[in-house]
């Protein structure tokens, strides 16, 4: 039981606050991402892959449905944002010491984590659609 609540801890903490990023775009829009990807050459309409790394993907997680589909979904999500974003500080502290790209590196690791481990018994599917 320890195991499965510890595996929902993670699922929330990850998914409870990347999804809060979601809701910003939601509420702000996707047109700084779109102009970001335009500047490296990419299609902007590929701005709205940012709902499904920071809506769709963190409630599959946060709910345990299709768990593991989720999680990869939420660290490709993360691997667009710091290659797209971050490259010019992934070798690089803040300045209070952290690393620049913690908040970025917690979600990308606590994803791969969750996709590692699946959901545990806590979920809407009980373990099942993991």
Do not use: C
């Not at 070798?91 to 690393?99: F, I, Q």
């Not at 690791?109 to 959901?119: D, E, Q, S, T």
């Amino acid at each position: 039981m320890q195991e499965d609540l510890g595996k929902f801890v993670l699922r929330l903490m990850v998914a409870g606050l990347v999804v809060a990023h979601g809701v910003h775009k939601l509420l702000t829009g996707i047109d700084g991402i779109g102009a970001l990807l335009t500047a490296h050459n990419i299609p902007a309409v590929l701005a709205y892959g940012v709902y499904i790394g920071e809506i769709v993907a963190p409630a599959m997680v946060l709910l345990g449905f299709f768990t593991r589909i989720g999680a990869v979904l939420i660290a490709v999500n993360m691997i667009f944002a710091i290659a797209l974003a971050g490259m010019d500080r992934i070798a690089t502290l803040n300045p209070m010491g952290g690393y620049a790209l913690e908040t970025e590196a917690a979600f990308l690791l606590g994803a791969i984590a969750i996709a590692l481990l699946g959901p545990g018994r806590i979920s809407v599917a009980g373990g099942r659609w993991n």
